[in-house]
């Protein structure tokens, strides 16, 4: 562990709080974000232990390893990585501004199912 690795990572989380790094959706539960110099940054969640943000180079190659439990400010950033991904500020706005929602029907459950009770 160096300063540059901790100066990487208060980099990271706080181009990621201001919306400066756009982080994308990948396989699993990792995200990825693309950085000068055609480099890239994961974020890997590890339900086990600590999560893992890797810095990778051009050819896909980690060429560094950080992981949650030794920079304290890396607390959180799989979630804001994950809400950055996924707008999903924008997304919880379109739906609280959205129509009132349908009040739920007083159909009888027990009632078979019709084919107006199906939606597509």
């Known amino acids: 562990m160096s300063t ?4 990487f990572v208060e980099y990271i ?12 959706p990948t396989a699993g539960d990792t995200f990825m974000a693309p950085l000068r110099g055609d ?4 974020i890997e969640f590890n339900p086990n232990g600590s999560d893992i943000l890797s810095l ?11 992981f949650e439990n030794q920079f304290p400010q890396m607390q959180g950033l799989f979630e804001r990585a ?7 500020d924008k997304v919880i706005d379109e739906i609280i501004s959205g129509p009132p929602l349908a009040p739920p029907s007083k159909k009888d459950p027990s ?3 019709a084919d107006e009770d199906i939606p597509f």
Do not use: Q
């Not at 989380?13 to 994308?24: C, I, Q, S």
């Open 39 to 42: 480099h890239t940054v994961t």
């Open 111 to 113: 009632a078979p199912i």
């Open 56 to 66: 990778r180079s051009r050819d896909g190659n980690v060429i560094l390893n950080l």
């Open 82 to 88: 994950r809400r950055n991904a996924y707008d999903v």
């Open 4 to 7: 540059k690795d901790d100066t």
């Open 13 to 24: 989380v706080e181009n990621t709080e201001n919306g400066k790094l756009r982080w994308e």
